[in-house]
């Protein structure tokens, strides 16, 4: 069964400094996708990351990157020059298929970021 | 442009009292839809997921059902609530390999 866990219940980071918020995923099937999602106190989800079980680099969009270890089945969140606006829940989630013919996607139970100014 | 809408923003209903909560999309054409449900600082569950027209999968049995009458609508319902079933409830919706895309969420408080 596919798992996802996040280890880090809270993290604090001085500001403009980079931050890693780690990730580890358990899944049988071999095509899957990880995503990272920002939840700020108003309870939007702001989708930030995506990367792919075939994809041969790591993610990156803007200040985020997503370190992919797919042997040691990790996809850590990268944040760098962290601003007081990422204080946020991050979570992150696994999205199976096609292989297992559902599209199910399951997430952590995510990491408080405060980021100090 | 995709959207998705989800209401009621926010709902407090009694104990054993029915429930309906709608969702919508807006551009595009058979999505995969979702339910989930976040408890007070924890991780989503979910519940339920229908990737066509009346076609339900459950994830979590409880008191909840939920129905897919058109493409791009999905209902999350219940014909007696429980205390248990507070929670923030998000609506999300996707393709074959897209990110979720979710709905602001409706914050039921049964009392």
């Known amino acids: 069964a596919q798992k996802i866990t996040q280890t880090q219940p809270g993290m604090f980071v001085q500001e403009k400094e980079a931050v890693t918020l780690d990730c580890t995923y358990d899944t049988s099937d071999p095509s899957y996708g990880l995503f990272w999602y920002k939840q700020p106190s108003s309870g939007e989800m702001i989708f930030l990351i995506y990367?792919?079980?075939?994809?041969?680099q790591n993610a990156t969009e803007g200040r985020y990157s997503l370190n992919f270890q797919k042997a040691r089945k990790s996809a850590n969140l990268v944040i760098s020059a962290s601003q007081l606006g990422d204080s946020a829940m991050y979570f992150c989630a696994m999205r199976e298929g096609p292989t297992s013919g559902t599209y199910k996607y399951i997430f952590g139970t995510g990491t408080r970021l405060k980021v100090l100014a | 442009s995709q959207t998705i809408h989800q209401w009621p923003a926010t709902l407090v209903q009694p104990v054993g009292s029915p429930l309906s909560l709608e969702c919508t999309v807006e551009g595009t054409s058979n999505p995969n839809l979702y339910w989930y449900r976040q408890a007070a600082g924890r991780g989503l569950q979910l519940l339920f997921y229908?990737?066509?027209?009346?076609?339900i999968s459950s994830e979590v049995p409880q008191n909840l059902s939920a129905s897919r009458p058109q493409d791009r609508q999905f209902i999350l319902s219940s014909k007696k609530l429980l205390l248990s079933d507070s929670g923030f409830y998000l609506c999300?919706?996707?393709?074959?390999?897209?990110?979720?895309?979710f709905g602001n969420g409706t914050r039921l408080t049964v009392t």
């Open positions: 229908s990737v066509g027209i009346g076609q």
């Open positions: 990367q792919g079980s075939y994809d041969q």
């Open positions: 999300a919706w996707s393709l074959m390999n897209s990110p979720l895309h």
